[in-house]
């Protein structure tokens, strides 16, 4: 599984290994293009590409989720693989605690990578 945490100026991407138990980071894409986003998951391997859906604490959608919205549908008709939103509230806060420790990885794709472990813990895609 491929997952993304989308943003206009990049997107950052995490990918599951082939028993969907860990998540890796992978370099951020940046702009992010739908196109070379859906390269990335054809040449991954990805099966299912989750993108992060922005809600407030409260689960409210604002408009930086209709933007992302909008992401996952240009992504989903450019891939014969499933595309979902899921919840990435607390992500990038969590992506900061894993930079402070030390996590290499860029910020955005460390919370692409926090948001896959959330899904997969959850039993997502199953």
């Known amino acids: 599984m491929l997952a993304l945490d989308y943003g206009t100026a990049r997107c950052g991407c995490a990918i599951s290994d082939p ?24 040449s991954e391997g990805a099966e299912r590409v989750i993108v ?21 549908d240009q992504l989903a008709e450019l891939l014969d693989v499933p595309v979902e939103t899921y919840d990435e509230r607390l ?6 605690r894993s930079a402070r420790e030390g996590a290499r990885a ?5 919370a ?3 948001l896959l472990e959330s899904y997969l813990a959850r039993g997502g895609g199953e």
Request: zero cysteines; glycine letters at 8%; proline letters at 8%.
């Open 106 to 110: 860029d910020r955005d794709s460390l």
């Open 91 to 96: 992500t990038t806060r969590m992506a900061e």
């Open 112 to 114: 692409a990578a926090h």
């Open 19 to 42: 028993t969907g138990t860990l998540a890796r980071p992978l370099e951020a894409v940046e702009p992010p293009d739908p196109a070379a986003i859906a390269e990335l998951a054809s």
């Open 52 to 72: 992060g859906l922005p809600t407030t604490l409260g689960g409210e959608e604002g408009e930086q989720a209709r933007i992302t919205r909008a992401f996952a």
